[in-house]
């Protein structure tokens, strides 16, 4: 399976900031998609990350709430714009399929704790 | 740690016990099933998959049953083990594999 990173980590930021999550997949990948999981939640997909193109956001999510930028097959941003002490939340890229599998990967997710 | 799972139904099993988790899904379009196992501080992993043109799919100790006339999906650990402790999702993916859906989770305690 690809192997894929995040960045950062984990963050603490103040409300009304934003902050930039990147996403790195050790080799190409046809789609990548954005979660979101909220304290002690299930996983709700935010968005999918079309490369060249604008994202495909879910109900419920915005492109100015959440802007994503996919610039080639193994790289993507997600940005979470003037946070508010709710967007506290673990966020998750997630990539399918690679050159076998047809199925979702998940990174280890960005923590965020908005103040 | 952190919180995830935190206030998730709970299924307590012995050491070396077979754990069943089980997953009712919404859609009955959906033709892809997946399980994810998700440990504190880590991203959700891979567990097994199936698709809607089978019922039944092994692993290593590890099987899926699909019932899709009910819409219910299980997971099956066989000789649970400690390392199996964490919060278990199943999806379902209407379109495939894109666009998962997640249930609400399980979280797995295995005690020696």
């Known amino acids: 399976s690809a192997v894929i990173s995040q960045k950062p980590s984990r963050d603490i930021c103040q409300r009304g900031t934003s902050l930039t999550i990147q996403c790195q997949v050790d080799?190409?990948?046809?789609?990548m998609f954005w979660y979101r999981q909220q304290p002690g939640q299930s996983l709700t997909l935010i968005a999918t990350a079309n490369q060249g193109s604008e994202a495909t956001y879910e109900s419920g999510f915005v492109i100015d709430k959440f802007p994503i930028s996919r610039p080639n097959l193994t790289f993507s941003t997600l940005t979470v714009s003037n946070m508010s002490p709710e967007d506290s939340s673990i966020y998750l890229c997630?990539?399918?399929?690679?050159?076998?599998?047809?199925?979702?990967?998940f990174g280890p997710g960005t923590r965020l704790l908005v103040l | 740690g952190e919180n995830v799972g935190l206030h998730l139904p709970t299924l307590s099993v012995q050491e070396g016990d077979n754990s069943i988790i089980n997953c009712a899904y919404s859609?009955?379009?959906?033709?892809?099933f997946i399980w994810y196992k998700q440990e504190s501080g880590k991203g959700p992993q891979f567990i097994i998959d199936i698709r809607s043109n089978m019922d039944k799919r092994q692993g290593q100790r590890v099987t899926v049953l699909l019932n899709k006339t009910v819409k219910h999906l299980s997971l099956q650990i066989a000789a649970t083990q400690p390392g199996d402790s964490a919060v278990y999702f199943c999806a379902e993916g209407p379109g495939g594999y894109n666009k998962l859906i997640f249930g609400a989770g399980t979280r797995l305690a295995v005690h020696p």
């Open positions: 859609n009955s379009a959906s033709d892809y």
């Open positions: 080799s190409q990948v046809t789609m």
């Open positions: 997630s990539v399918g399929p690679g050159l076998a599998e047809e199925t979702q990967y």
